[in-house]
């Protein structure tokens, strides 16, 4: 099992920047793939940005790919996502999630996470 606590949620007016955490605690070595997903209001839980916690490697929905940048602090157990350039399209609940190792894992599928943090709002005004 692996807890998982995001911050850094808020409101920010469009063309802003706001840097989201996710701190994880627990049987962290159990698990590879570290995404970040959004769910807006009467829309279902979307992809935004995942990386692996070995080597690294980074993947971004088309969405936000340019505007946003996926990273995380092995030391600290801790993954973070900048986001810059916002739009009020943005606006979510923002959900931190971590899979285990699998092959051939499908980083982009909500089915391959099996922790999920509670989330944290993000609202973008025009």
């Known amino acids: 099992q692996v807890q998982l606590v995001e911050s850094g949620g808020g409101l920010v007016q469009a063309g802003g920047s706001l840097r989201l955490s996710c701190a994880a605690s627990?049987?962290?070595?159990?698990?590879?793939?570290m995404g970040w997903f959004r769910q807006a209001p009467g829309k279902e839980r979307d992809f935004v940005a995942a990386i692996l916690w070995s080597g690294g490697s980074t993947y971004y929905a088309d969405s936000v790919k340019g505007r946003f940048v996926i990273s995380r602090d092995t030391a600290n157990n801790t993954v973070y996502l900048q986001m810059n350039s916002l739009k009020p399209e943005d606006t979510a609940v923002y959900y931190c999630?971590?899979?285990?190792?699998?092959?051939?894992?499908?980083?982009?599928?909500?089915?391959?996470?099996?922790?999920w943090g509670q989330g944290t709002q993000v609202t973008v005004s025009s």
């Open positions: 627990g049987r962290t070595f159990s698990r590879a793939v």
């Open positions: 999630a971590a899979g285990p190792p699998r092959s051939g894992i499908v980083v982009t599928a909500t089915r391959e996470y099996v922790d």
